[in-house]
């Protein structure tokens, strides 16, 4: 099994984020530019979104095992398959990926490189939203590597996919790309206010994920069948 530095795998996660937040914020600007039908733009941000991160996951897993995202990264680091100094650079590494991403997605369609979201996103309904959301995207990664790992990108971008329809929140379910999200004054933004509750939410969806997924996951003792008599 090949390994990686620990720069390369940071450069994966930022690249890897970036690229994902691009195709976010730059769906999205598509989407509310060719159509004013929300549910249309809102289709039009979901596919590129999950189709992405089934093509990134691929690629880059190999190298930092493709996290994009600091709940999954604490998971991890919590679960002690990583160093906390490697999960701190990979936070790093999210962050700033994502909001160069943001910045590539608006020199692309000649907008303002980095501007202050007025779109509110808050309330309980919408903190709950990314609770369940990341508690569910935890829950399909740590499973997924358990039993299926091979499949694991399409399983990552199918649940992305379908949680942009199940949740109230559109399903962010990641506090770098939140953080990403809250520079573009667009259909995807947040406005940097309701940072907060969002990325507080993301991170207990996590840890319950992390606790109630981790427990299924623990297989009872295996115990010696009894051998029965044939009933004739």
Known sequence: METYSLSRRA???ALGTGLLVATVVGSGVMAETLTKDTALALLGNTLPTGAILVVLITILSPISGAHFNPAVTLVFALKREMSARDGVCYVGAQIVGGVLGTIVAHAMFALPLLEASTKV???GGQWLAEGVATFGL???I????RFQRTAVPWLVGLYITAAY???ASTSFANPAVAISRAFTNTFSGIRPTDLPGFIIAELCGALVGMALIGWLLRADETKPQL???AIL
Not at 142 to 145: E, K, L, M, N, T
Request: hydrophobic share 55%; net charge negative.
């Open 11 to 13: 450069v994966a996660e």
């Open 121 to 123: 996103r808050t309330g």
């Open 138 to 140: 935890v829950a399909t």
């Open 142 to 145: 740590v499973a997924g590597i």
């Open 165 to 167: 329809w199940f949740t």
């Open 227 to 229: 051998a029965q008599e």
